[in-house]
């Protein structure tokens, strides 16, 4: 087996690498003037298998994929996303609508042998797949927090069974904040169960990308006595000023997974990575 870091991941493909004690092949990216994107590989044979990993974290990320998979023609291939860009556009909401994660599944598993990605965005975007394997960073997160004196907290109910399994994993109680109707025009937000005043609240989630739900969710824990409120996820897309904003509404500490390189990304998946690599034989 061999590995081939792509420009969005390069810290966490060589972490798998050396999990799995293989061969990093050589590359060289460039962009043309005109916008165009070129890839050649150096260093593998026909009979190699090749792992890519590389995070769809920008159109450029996709073209580059794309390229790489090219390029090793008539070579097994095994692509690892991290985080799969484009799956939150998993169905249709209006006539004509493209589903932009089933058109990228499309293009991928024509080239590929295997796909593997870290915490999908959801069950409906996985099905687009024929052949996913799946890595769940839940526990990887529960990890970095065992045995630490915090209550987790899911944004809300959707994300409550991820909550639960970096919990369980951390050894520590974890709810979720539900929506409460006080009249026509009222709504307010809290925990289900838990009392956070005086406490060590960390939100949970699996995306960050604006932040707006996050920063939301930490004004509500403070207003009800939290004493400290961080924030972690597995893809931290923080896209434009999300982290200034993040730290600006009061939040001490944000962490995330390696699945986007961040200056954030403090949790690696790359054990989980290389064990489902493992698995595959």
């Not at 790489?68 to 799956?87: C, N, Q, R, S, T």
């Not at 209006?94 to 965005?121: K, L, M, Q, W």
């Not at 961040?262 to 698995?279: G, H, T």
Request: hydrophobic share 40%; aromatic share 6%.
């Amino acid at each position: 087996m061999k590995i081939l870091c792509g420009p969005s991941s390069p810290s966490l493909g060589r972490r798998v690498s050396d999990l799995l004690d293989a061969e990093l092949l050589k590359a060289e990216f460039k962009k043309f003037p005109d916008g165009e994107l070129y890839v050649r590989v150096d260093g593998f044979k026909s009979d190699d298998r090749v792992v890519i990993v590389q995070s769809l974290c920008s159109n450029d990320d996709l073209i580059f994929l794309t390229l790489m998979l090219d390029a090793l023609e008539d070579v097994e291939k095994i692509a690892v996303i991290p985080y799969f860009g484009y799956a939150r556009q998993d169905r249709k909401f209006f006539e004509g609508e493209c589903i932009s994660v089933r058109a990228i599944a499309r293009i991928i598993e024509s080239y590929t042998d295997n796909v593997i990605s870290v915490n999908i965005h959801s069950r409906k975007a996985a099905e687009y797949f024929k052949r996913l394997s799946e890595v769940d960073a839940m526990p990887v997160i529960g990890q970095r927090y065992k045995d630490r004196d915090v209550i987790m907290i899911s944004p809300d109910l959707g994300s409550l069974e991820r909550v639960r399994v970096a919990a369980k994993v951390a050894g520590c109680e974890y709810d979720y904040l539900e929506k409460k109707r006080v009249d026509a025009t009222t709504v307010e937000m809290s925990p289900k169960e838990m009392d956070v005043e005086g406490k060590h609240v960390l939100i949970v989630d699996d995306i960050i990308s604006t932040g707006g739900t996050i920063i939301e969710a930490s004004r509500i824990l403070q207003n009800l006595g939290a004493k400290r409120v961080d924030a972690t996820c597995v893809h931290a897309v923080m896209a434009g000023y999300a982290l200034n904003k993040l730290y600006s509404s009061g939040i001490a500490e944000v962490t995330a997974t390696d699945t986007i390189e961040r200056e954030v990304s403090k949790i690696s998946v790359a054990e989980k990575i290389a064990e489902k690599l493992m698995s595959l034989g």
